[in-house]
């Protein structure tokens, strides 16, 4: 919801942003006021942990795309030309620190004196994880994750989730702060390929996060693989469902003697579809 704020001589919307590691966000603002030149202060406060919080990248520009101060060279006061005394549209641009941790934020105040009369406005925005999507090799998902999981309490705790969906194959998503390091988790896991350029959101995942029957998308007739317990790696045809108990039983196609055995839906795979 964006927040309007109009004071004597400056005008802007000062929404909370939400900015991903190494990601910016940006505010515009407007000088007013019958004058040829503003001053401005810029204050920055970083948090909840003052002491340790990363600073963010900081910098203001014209609607020329002309840069006209920036935070690296430690000064915080810039003035500002205003020709022919009309209104000035300014930018102020903050970059997410690569090592901020999720709930970091900055609060940026820009005080501004224009020949005299002065007027203040406050920008915040806080640091939030990434969602990636990491392919894998077919059917490895599970190994990957697994082993992705096994570096989640090593070094740097910025590795928050890891999803492998029962029915998405090849790909795996992984949540975190630092992009960056999350790349360079996987890069010696074996059957993990690459992320996928950009990232994903909740709302595109949530409907992996609903629990689904075992069963779902089975029928009578159709061709299965046990995937685990004494008849791994068998054929087999699907004679019943059981929807409540999420079981199936199955006849081993290759068996001498048709004998049904009874198996739980997640221990088989879908290799063959009844026409």
Not at 42 to 50: D, K, N, Q, R, S
Request: aromatic fraction near 6%.
């Amino acid at each position: 919801m964006s927040n309007q704020y109009s004071g004597s001589c400056i005008t802007g919307v000062n929404d909370v942003k939400d900015a991903r590691a190494g990601e910016t966000v940006s505010w515009q603002l407007t000088v007013t006021g019958n004058v040829t030149k503003a001053k401005l202060s810029i204050t920055e406060e970083t948090g909840p942990e003052v002491e340790t919080a990363p600073p963010w990248a900081l910098a203001m520009t014209e609607s020329t795309g002309n840069e006209i101060w920036n935070s690296y060279g430690g000064k915080y006061e810039v003035t500002v030309d205003i020709p022919g005394k009309r209104d000035k549209e300014l930018t102020l641009v903050a970059e997410c620190p690569k090592g901020a941790r999720y709930g970091d934020f900055v609060k940026v105040t820009v005080d501004v004196d224009c020949d005299g009369m002065k007027d203040s406005i406050v920008f915040e925005a806080s640091a939030k994880q990434s969602i990636l999507i990491l392919k894998t090799q077919m059917d490895q998902e599970r190994s990957v994750a697994d082993s992705l999981a096994a570096k989640a309490n090593i070094g740097e705790k910025d590795l928050y989730a890891i999803l492998a969906p029962a029915g998405l194959r090849g790909y795996v998503f992984v949540e975190g702060m630092n992009t960056d390091r999350l790349r360079e988790r996987t890069r010696d896991i074996r059957r993990a390929y690459s992320f996928i350029p950009g990232e994903t959101s909740m709302s595109e995942i949530d409907h992996y996060l609903t629990p689904v029957s075992a069963v779902v998308g089975m029928s009578e007739g159709d061709i299965v693989e046990l995937v685990e317990g004494p008849f791994k790696g068998e054929k087999a045809r699907v004679q019943h469902i059981d929807e409540s108990k999420e079981e199936i039983t199955v006849e081993l196609i290759e068996a001498m003697v048709p004998i049904p055995v009874t198996v739980k839906g997640d221990s088989v795979r879908v290799i063959d579809k009844e026409r």
